[in-house]
């Protein structure tokens, strides 16, 4: 960088590929602050939320089994890992646990339609039933869904739907 700089101060003229590499190296990337960074995630949360949503849909003509089946490891798990993978994709996962609770926390508000109680309640799980192979085998489901989904793999997610009418 320093030979570019001083290059480029005396006129000397820069080969395109020395400048190609530091911005791949992202010498000149424009930083992202903290606030872009938790709109962002903010903003892929919600669309997650939506596709989620869309899911659900499917599930909810039999109230109470419906209810049950919300109240279940199977759902937390999966929307655990559906939205841990969606930070993931984005480049938006924190790399501490607190961190990415806050925010699995927020993908279940925008779930809930803002119901802090309802989103703290699932979320909560992703603290205390990780070793719980039902929440376990649900989260990597939902995980691997959203990466397939997201590569073009599969059209749709459809694991909350399939897990709902199995254990049901």
């Known amino acids: 960088m320093i030979v570019y700089l001083a290059a480029s101060c005396r006129g000397v003229p820069v080969n395109s590929d020395v400048r190609r590499s530091y911005i791949l190296f992202g010498f000149f990337k424009k930083k992202t602050s903290p ?3 938790g709109a962002k995630a903010n903003e892929v949360l919600s669309r997650s939320a939506d596709m989620l949503k869309m899911q659900l849909m499917l599930c909810n003509a039999e109230p109470q089994k419906y209810q049950e089946f919300i109240n279940s490891n199977s759902f937390s ?3 655990c890992g559906f939205f841990d993978a969606t930070l993931q994709y984005a480049g938006l996962r ?6 990415v609770f806050a925010l699995i926390s927020l993908g279940f508000l925008h779930l809930f339609n ?3 109680d309802e989103a703290l309640r699932h979320s909560e799980k992703f603290l ?6 039902e929440f376990h085998n649900s989260r990597v489901l ?3 869904e959203y990466f397939d989904f997201m590569d073009g793999k599969i059209k749709m ?3 909350l739907a399939r897990i709902f009418h199995q254990e049901n």
Do not use: L, W
């Open 35 to 37: 606030d872009a960074r």
């Open 77 to 79: 798990g999966y929307t």
């Open 94 to 99: 924190p790399p501490e646990d607190p961190q």
């Open 114 to 116: 803002k119901n802090q």
């Open 128 to 133: 205390t039933e990780q070793d719980t192979p």
């Open 142 to 144: 939902g995980g691997s």
């Open 157 to 159: 997610p459809n694991g």
